[in-house]
């Protein structure tokens, strides 16, 4: 599987954004998709996941009720829309696939990941 990610750039708080990844290849494996972030000199953090049919979805408590995960099926695609950002939303954001769960929380539970997209949020 190939993992695509892109759409972060810029923003200043308050603002929005929408990731995209665009998944490739054995997409008949995954059981779910996952997006997570890492900001400098911190660990990788889980921010929302979803189900491959798309029905069921997961959230960190610090992005519930800011950030929506959805999945187009049609383009193998999972988008990560982020209303009200906040300067510490900040990082490099990796989309990821399970082949196994459908709604991990844990980075290494995630066989696949794309090669990032970076999100800065200014004050």
């Known amino acids: 599987v190939q993992l695509q990610a892109s759409g972060g750039g810029l923003v200043q708080a308050g603002g929005s954004l929408r990731l995209s990844c665009a998944a490739s290849?054995?997409?008949?494996?995954?059981?779910?998709m996952g997006w997570f972030r890492q900001a400098p000199g911190k660990e990788r953090e889980f921010v929302a996941a979803?189900?491959?049919?798309?029905?069921?979805?997961s959230y960190a408590d610090s992005v519930k009720g800011r950030f929506t995960i959805s999945r187009d099926n049609a383009k193998n695609t999972v988008h990560l829309q982020m209303n009200s950002l906040r300067p510490e939303d900040t990082a490099v954001y990796y989309c990821?696939?399970?082949?196994?769960?459908?709604?991990?929380?844990?980075?290494?539970?995630?066989?696949?990941w794309g090669q990032g997209t970076l999100v800065t949020v200014s004050s």
């Open positions: 990821a696939a399970d082949f196994h769960r459908s709604l991990a929380m844990r980075a290494y539970e995630y066989e696949y």
């Open positions: 290849g054995r997409t008949f494996s995954i059981y779910g």
């Open positions: 979803i189900s491959w049919s798309g029905g069921s979805t």
